[in-house]
T-cell receptor, first 113, second 113 residues
């Protein structure tokens, strides 16, 4: 069965510093990978996705994630964070042979001024 | 284009009661998924519907049920409520079945006393 592990439940960081939110998955078959973001008191929004092709994917607000098949990882990075990036970030995986989208437990990114 | 609408946004019930939550997907979206979100467990998949048929089901007891109507609107029902059912219930829609690209509503926050 597929699973997703987000190793860090909370990541505190100062504004303009770089950040990496870690995500590892397990699956016996090929996968599609996603990052979702949840701002306070809101639902989840798709941040970026890896379906195929280039292993480096980017979002419109400066985040990027790289699919690493050998390490079964899909870490999310941003070179310089803003206060407005404070939110909870969820990694999610769907295997080719199943239609369930499985989420990690989330990482709370707290950006301090 | 209106987003995913969930009603009610907040509700309080007592143990043993039942509750029905409603979800209206984005116009043109035919698939609806439901998730339970709690601080300790994160996002847990409940079920996914497509064209009025349940296509996937998570590992929840039979007290949790759902359905989808011909206009793609969906409801989920929880009977014989328990304290542990207190959670944010999120509905998400997608254009087709099995995609990981979900559009979430803001959720229905259920408190069981």
């Amino acid at each position: 069965a597929q699973s997703v592990t987000q190793l860090d439940s909370q990541v505190p960081v100062f504004e303009e510093a770089p950040v990496e939110l870690r995500c590892n998955y397990s699956s016996s078959v090929s996968v599609y990978l996603f990052w979702y973001v949840q701002y306070p008191n809101q639902g989840l929004q798709l941040l970026l996705k890896y379906l195929s092709g280039s292993t480096l994917v980017e979002s419109i607000n400066g985040f990027e994630a790289e699919f690493n098949k050998s390490q079964t990882s899909f870490h999310l990075r941003k070179p310089s964070v803003h206060i407005s990036d404070t939110a909870e970030y969820f990694c999610a995986v769907r295997s080719y042979n199943t239609d369930k989208l499985i989420f990690g437990t989330g990482t709370r990114l707290q950006v301090f001024p | 284009k209106a987003g995913v609408t969930q009603t009610p946004r907040y509700l309080i019930k007592t143990r043993g009661q039942q509750v029905t939550l409603s979800c209206s997907p984005i116009s043109g979206h035919r698939s609806v998924s439901w998730y339970q979100q709690t601080p300790g467990q994160g996002l847990q998949f409940l079920f996914e519907y497509f064209s009025e048929t349940q296509r996937n089901k998570g590992n929840f007891p039979g007290r949790f049920s759902g359905r989808q109507f011909s206009n793609s609107r969906s409801e989920m029902n929880v009977s014989t409520l328990e304290l542990g059912d207190s959670a944010l219930y999120l509905c998400a829609s997608s254009r087709e079945w099995g995609t990981g690209e979900l559009f979430f509503g803001e959720g229905s926050r259920l408190t069981v006393l």
